[in-house]
């Protein structure tokens, strides 16, 4: 039967069937090699996963964010109990070769001194010879916290004045405290037994009940830790002292100019709460004041300015409401007289 088929080939001598027998054996060993897969039956490729971190802070003036985290823990739990864990102070991390499946991915951001701060947690497929990412948004750890809330100010330029403090969650839930004195321009308080997460905070200087200056903030409320919240107030939209005048006439006055005499002064007037200036009238460069009187206004409340006139040139404007009058807090007349 060999010696038949192998004749059958013209062109070709006849193999002894023992060579013929051992080509066939090769022939057919190298078919399996050429046929097994590159990963082993059963066992899945792996696949690449990076993983980018979203902490949710809303835009404000300010914000005061407590202890800053200094580095990140990433850890996950795979299938058939893959898992694994690392350190970094980066934003986002990349983890290669791991098993192809379901994974949920933690993250945890450590302060300084290794607390806790914030956290999150998602799930995630790991493609198979793929990369794949994932963006985990962190939060406050659960826990209560509290906040120091100071206020300073000039207390030469107000009359009466209070500090507020507004705290108002993300569920829109919001309280008003306010701030004790604690000397001269100065207040403060602390608000204690606060959830863990961000707050929007306003705070208010008060002037006899008018608002005269403010600051806002976003703020992180941190586990078993307390979140110093500062305002310097140095722009005041003051409310100036009430000056009561029951005479028919009355007289301003005001300094003259540090060097020289100018040729003379104009004198201003508005009622309070407006904008435009009135011109009452001009005084001599030598004699600083000015009488006011029903025929050059009619009783009401009013504030009043100067201005120095030298050459045809005006100066600026000097107010009852400036910084370096006399009080510094500003003044305005209540004036009843007719």
Known sequence: MLHKRASAHRGFSPVPAPVIGVL???????AVISCEPMTAPGRPSNGTLTISLDEV?????HAHNGPEVASYVFSGDGPNGASFSLVSSDEV???????????????????EDGSAIIAGEATIEVESMAEVGIEI???????KGALFVTAEWDADLTVEPTARVTI????????????????????????????????????KLLDGGETVAGAAYTVRVVNESTIDVSSIFE???????PIT???????????????GVPSFYRVYARPRGEYEWIELGTTAGDDPRFEVTGDSLPSGNYEFA???????????????MSDDADPSSGWYVEWSGS
């Not at 993300?170 to 961000?198: K, V």
């Not at 722009?235 to 002292?241: D, E, Q």
């Not at 005048?245 to 060097?259: K, L, Q, R, V, Y």
Request: glycine residues 10%.
């Open 235 to 241: 722009m005041l939209n003051k409310v100036g002292t």
């Open 24 to 30: 066939f054996l090769l022939s057919t060993t190298l």
């Open 245 to 259: 005048i029951e005479d028919g006439s009355f007289t301003i006055g005001w300094d003259p100019p540090s060097s």
């Open 57 to 61: 802070v809303s835009a404000s003036e």
């Open 168 to 203: 108002t969650g993300r569920n829109g839930e919001s309280l008003t405290r306010t701030l004790y004195s604690s000397g001269s321009g100065t207040a403060e308080r602390e608000i204690s037994d606060l959830s863990t997460g961000y707050y929007e905070l306003a705070v």
């Open 93 to 111: 991390a990349t983890v290669e070769s791991l098993r192809a499946g379901t994974w949920l991915i933690r993250v945890e951001g450590l302060s």
């Open 306 to 320: 100067v201005s120095s006139v030298e050459a045809e040139l005006e100066s600026d404007l000097h107010t009852s």
């Open 137 to 143: 948004e962190l939060v406050p750890i659960d826990g």
